[in-house]
């Protein structure tokens, strides 16, 4: 029985005009066939029939002929037309969108990548209503490394998972079901992706086995299906691999032995999978054996697998989600939000080139509001990328609506004054502040089995802003939302603009009802679901807020644990003046008594109060904007989505009257408005 499931924004049937392109859509042109071509051929063949339920002609391109349609090939094959192109505006992965003749539009590109993205987008316009004649587009990817790391377990389980089951593993077997993974590696090319890393960062035993044949022949018919739509595939693995698979004794990256039984392993792999894109690792971290227990550095590490793999051009990505999870509450120097600089500012410029840092947005573990990682401008030397987490982990697991791509956006244009005013995170990993090539962005996906993919419907924006910021991180995000709710929706004016509210709204607002001002951490350990006040705050994990009577926040500024040093001298003075730190940052900068005032005029305790009681009514008026649009969305949808916003609207209370109430058992100071907070 086949699968059903949701196609997300490749709907084809949400045309806003059929009768402009009826004579585009008559004839592929094509010069030759591969499987990229093929690719390009059946996504537009697919279009056509679902959104104009039309059979286009294929057409092999041989003689010069008067003919119309769409054609798709390399800029120098053009040449056959008898038409110069320019070549170098155009990047790899590049593509040129063109009117050629009258009513011939063609798709070129220096790459098959280019082809299969330009294809992809050629579809978007016309869904979108552009005009075509004389439509003259080049559209370049701003970074070359556009990553969706999985965090998918053997088992089936997904580790943060809120959209049910992976759809590559289940009960300890690699899943070969083509068609949702073909059609996974559509939405994904469709949306700028080249990469996806396909199991958990945390490598377990059985996990660890992925590197051998059996495990490398079943990756690589899944290698050739997200290559043909432009996407490498990458495998997490266990540092202490040579040990638990080559039996041999040491894991230490000095050692020949070693260094061989990685070289030995590289061979086999890319033997195996050609295209095969390279590993990711977390080391030393969270129990993840690495180069730490043989006294070695990340970098004698990285460098270790980077030559092994150098040769066949793959990459290694060392995750620098490195720090001491083993910390005594009691002890207040040691700062969590200190360790990734720390631990990997010392070999700024002592990585291969081959070797990429991945580090997280914010210093701590995706809150729903952090500081920018102050590794962004102290790296200056090194390739970086930036680790946005897709999945809501701790903002709201996919039952919550938290549309992510207002605080992605804002980290991306955060200014690290690492080369004096205009030094961009956004610029550093696009790889043009520093001059470097292999930079990028992933993103921890949020997607599983579920006929939706995402669990709430309204999620799949995140997945689709995503891949839109990892293709150009200059465009504006309410040009994103607007885009992704036309293709998933189709053209209604009160569809779109009740949906833009929803999404554009959605962040601040469950900020209010949990954890604002930079606080976080009010959550269940463990899970990361619901709240809990002092769930972490007694643990091992460094992740204190310390409040007591009179305060709340921990002190990080130049006179408490010295974090801001790690900024710019620009930031550094900003963040250390309790008065001029951005408030939505207060708590996270500065320790602060519960009667100091804000700038709104309100105390920080009654500032608390507010915000989670308007979280809570402001809920309400999603609820309220969303079924406005009954009867205008499908009902499936439509009823998935109301039942995500009731279940949000009772955890947002939840959340209101359990912080409240901690915060006033905590001061004894009640609510200016008289409210009720339980005692």
């Known amino acids: ?308 793999l150098k040769h066949y051009g793959g990459l290694v990505i060392w995750r620098c989600f490195v720090y001491n999870c083993r910390q005594d509450w009691r002890d207040t120097k040691t700062d969590r939000a200190k360790a990734a600089y720390d631990n990997f500012k010392p070999f700024d410029g002592l990585f291969d080139d081959n070797v990429v840092l991945q580090i997280k947005l914010g210093p701590m573990d995706f809150q729903v509001r952090e500081p920018v990682s102050p590794l962004f401008g102290a790296l200056l030397k090194t390739n970086q990328i930036i680790e946005f987490q897709i999945t809501q982990e701790y903002t709201g697991q996919q039952i919550h609506l938290c549309y992510l791509g207002q605080l992605w956006k804002e980290a991306l244009d955060f200014d690290t004054y690492a080369q004096g005013e205009g030094s961009f995170v956004k610029r550093i990993v696009d790889g043009s502040l520093f001059n470097k090539t292999n930079c990028g962005l992933a993103g921890v996906s949020n997607i599983g089995d579920d006929f939706n993919w995402t669990g709430h419907d309204l999620a799949q924006a995140n997945l689709y802003t995503f891949g839109k910021l990892s293709w150009n991180p200059d465009e504006k995000i309410e040009d994103i939302v607007d885009e992704w709710i036309k293709l998933t929706f189709g053209h209604n004016k009160k569809v779109i603009e009740g949906i833009t509210y929803l999404l554009l709204n959605s962040h601040s607002i469950y900020e209010k009802y949990t954890t604002p001002l930079g606080l976080g951490w009010m959550i269940n350990p463990g899970h990361h679901y619901g709240p809990s006040p002092e769930g972490y705050e007694f643990s091992m994990w460094g992740t204190y807020h310390r409040a007591s009577t009179e305060a709340i926040g921990v002190d990080r500024t130049s006179k408490g644990t010295k974090y801001t040093s790690q900024y710019s001298k620009h930031w550094q003075e900003i963040y250390d003046d309790i008065n001029k730190c951005p408030e939505k940052l207060l708590l996270f900068f500065h320790r602060v008594n519960w009667n100091h005032k804000l700038k709104n005029g309100k105390t920080l305790i009654q500032y608390m109060y507010d915000t989670h009681f308007e979280g809570v009514e402001e809920v309400k008026v999603l609820i309220e904007k969303w079924t406005e649009l009954k009867d205008l969305v499908s009902n499936d949808v439509y009823d998935r989505v109301l039942d995500r916003l009731n279940k949000q609207y009772e955890h947002s209370k939840e959340w209101r009257d359990v912080i409240n109430t901690y915060f006033y058992r905590k001061t004894g100071i009640k609510d200016e408005q008289k409210r009720h907070i339980y005692e």
């Open 1 to 308: 029985m086949e699968e059903k499931y949701s196609m997300c924004w490749l709907q084809y049937n949400t045309l806003k005009d059929k009768e402009s392109y009826k004579d585009y859509i008559k004839n592929i042109i094509y010069f030759e066939e591969n499987d990229k071509i093929n690719a390009c051929i059946g996504e537009l063949k697919r279009f056509i029939k679902e959104g104009f339920n039309k059979t286009p002609k294929l057409i092999k391109y041989e003689l010069p002929q008067k003919v119309s349609g769409i054609i798709i090939g390399k800029i120098e094959q053009l040449k056959q037309l008898g038409l110069e192109i320019e070549k170098n505006n155009l990047k790899d992965e590049g593509f040129l969108i063109k009117e050629v003749d009258k009513n011939l539009i063609a798709v070129l590109a220096n790459s098959y990548n280019g082809l299969v993205y330009g294809t992809f987008e050629l579809i978007k316009l016309i869904r979108l209503g552009e005009k075509l004649n004389d439509i003259n587009i080049i559209k370049n990817p701003k970074a070359n490394l556009r990553i969706i790391n999985h965090w998918d377990n053997f088992d089936g389980t997904i580790e943060r998972g809120y959209a049910g089951k992976s759809i590559f593993y289940k009960d300890n077997k690699i899943l070969l079901n083509s068609k949702r993974i073909v059609d996974y590696a559509r939405l994904l090319s469709s949306i700028g992706i080249n990469s996806i890393v396909l199991n958990n960062v945390n490598v377990k035993k059985r996990e660890v086995e992925f590197l051998t044949e059996p495990y490398l022949k079943k990756f690589q018919k899944i290698a050739n299906i997200f290559g043909k739509y432009g996407i490498k595939i990458f495998l997490s693995i266990n540092f202490a691999s040579p040990i638990y698979l080559g039996k041999l004794p040491t894991a230490d990256p000095l050692d020949k032995d070693v260094c061989k039984w990685w070289e030995d392993k590289a061979k086999e792999i890319y033997d195996i999978i050609p295209n095969f894109g390279g590993f990711l690792v977390k080391a030393d971290s969270e129990f993840n054996p690495g180069p730490y227990v043989y006294n070695r550095s990340h970098a004698d590490g990285a460098n270790m697998l980077a030559k092994a």
